[in-house]
């Protein structure tokens, strides 16, 4: 797209978005600041590197597609967040699994994977000058066959698997210290059940005990942030999830972790948006998991949708963007998978600037006052307002691609890269 005219179409938002008192600059400082964590396993279907061809193997969560292209290698992998990275504008942070260490070519089961196995992606972090979180991979694994891992009660599979997220934690603290900036990890776990159990108590109550034996060791929080993931089901888990959202919240408020509130993990008609001001006034920080649920299944594509735009507003109206911690959790395997996960990034992204042109004060004065005609009028206005203008700017200040030239991007890396591999 023509810089003059995005240039000339940016000045026209501005005094626009100023006539109603809402400064565009200082949205797009605001917007600068706000780093999405980029989940790695949008590049492989949630496959990982622990041997060749891996798969994702049950555990409630399933990838449809077969769309070619996908890395098999951590090379390609690496190459392809490159591409991934240099079209998104501003910095971003990675999120790795625990499946996608360094492990030369050796079988290393979960229970013994160290920090030399993801030290060569905390060095590429550290050249990129960005932060990374991590996360325990309680699933595709033939001890989490039986569909428990950390409630398991056989108990050697249940040591085995905190033995495996006390490592994670130790790894994640590891990449915080070196890259100084906190790595949120986080715990999800596909334990649960596909008709109605009878024992859901003792299950829980063993959930509980393997968090207690989890986070028994300290970490500091500039270098470690703990977060534990609720779900409402998932494919094969229909009639009871062990880790509900019920029992996380309740955990984290109690034990001082995070929450991670994945908005694909919930009711259709509950919004995570809502909860954000819920949750903190008891916990002290979020993560999300931004996704789209779509009937059923929670891992689409993120999209600039109602959803996606309430948990931005609500960040940004509460203020809270220093107690959220903002992560992207979907794998769509049956469409390019980078132009995928830039179209998600993008997406988020513009849900925030479009939070951060939100005539705030104006909107809550009609409120205090009772006039909800005005605030309804207001905030159906505010969706005709030139907003992409101020975007297409955001984009062309950062270098990146501006409105639909990114696609093109995408396409020629797609003939000349993916469709190689
Ligand atoms: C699954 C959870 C979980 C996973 C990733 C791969 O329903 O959302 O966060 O998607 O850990
Ligand atoms: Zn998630």
Redesign the pocket.
């Known amino acids: 797209m023509k810089k003059a005219l995005v240039e000339k179409a940016y000045r026209l938002a501005k005094e626009q978005y100023a006539a109603l008192g809402v400064d565009t600059e200082k949205a797009l400082t605001e917007l600068n600041k706000i780093k999405i964590s980029l989940?790695c396993?949008q590049t492989d279907d949630?496959g990982g590197f622990e041997k060749p061809g891996a798969e994702l193997g049950g555990?409630?969560?399933q990838v449809t597609g077969n769309f070619p292209g996908k890395a098999k290698t951590i090379e390609q992998m690496r190459k392809d967040l490159d591409v991934v990275m240099a079209l998104i504008p501003g910095e971003q942070r990675l999120n790795l699994?625990a499946i996608y260490g360094e492990f030369g070519g050796k079988f290393v089961d979960r229970n013994k994977i160290e920090v030399k196995h993801f030290q060569g992606w905390i060095n590429w972090a550290k050249k990129r000058k960005i932060g990374m979180d991590f996360?325990c991979?309680c699933?595709s694994h033939p001890y989490a066959e039986d569909g428990f891992t950390l409630s398991s009660k056989n108990e050697k599979y249940r040591k085995f698997w905190v033995e495996h997220t006390k490592r994670c934690r130790a790894i994640s603290a590891e990449m915080g210290k070196q890259l100084g900036t906190p790595s949120v990890h986080?715990i999800?776990i596909?334990d649960g059940s596909k008709d109605t159990p009878v024992d859901r108590n003792t299950l829980r109550t063993l959930l509980k005990k393997s968090l207690d034996e989890i986070f028994a060791v300290k970490y500091p929080r500039k270098y470690l942030k703990d977060s534990i993931?609720s779900?409402l089901f998932?494919m094969g888990l229909e009639s009871m999830t062990v880790g509900s959202h019920d029992f996380y919240l309740g955990y984290a408020a109690k034990h001082g972790t995070m929450i991670?509130l994945?908005n694909?993990?919930f009711h259709p008609t509950e919004q995570v948006g809502d909860k954000i001001s819920a949750c903190l006034q008891s916990v002290d920080e979020i993560l999300l998991?931004l996704?789209r649920g779509v009937r059923w299944d929670?891992?689409h594509v993120v999209t600039f949708n109602d959803e996606i735009t309430l948990i931005a507003q609500e960040i940004i109206r509460a203020k809270v963007l220093n107690r959220v911690n903002i992560g992207l959790?979907y794998?769509d395997a049956s469409l390019n998978r980078i132009g995928a996960y830039v179209v998600g990034a993008r997406a988020v992204q513009i849900a925030f600037l479009f939070a951060l042109l939100e005539p705030f004060k104006t909107l809550v004065k009609f409120e205090e006052e009772g006039k909800n005609f005005e605030r309804l009028a207001m905030m159906e206005l505010l969706k005709t307002k030139p907003y992409g203008a101020v975007w297409d700017y955001f984009c062309l200040i950062n270098n990146v691609p501006v409105a639909e030239d990114y696609i093109e991007t995408i396409q020629e890396y797609e003939g000349n890269v993916l469709m190689k591999r």
């Open positions: 989940h396993w949630v555990g409630g969560i699994h996360n991979t699933f986080n999800w596909p993931e779900k998932g991670t994945d694909g993990h998991h996704t929670s891992d959790d794998f």
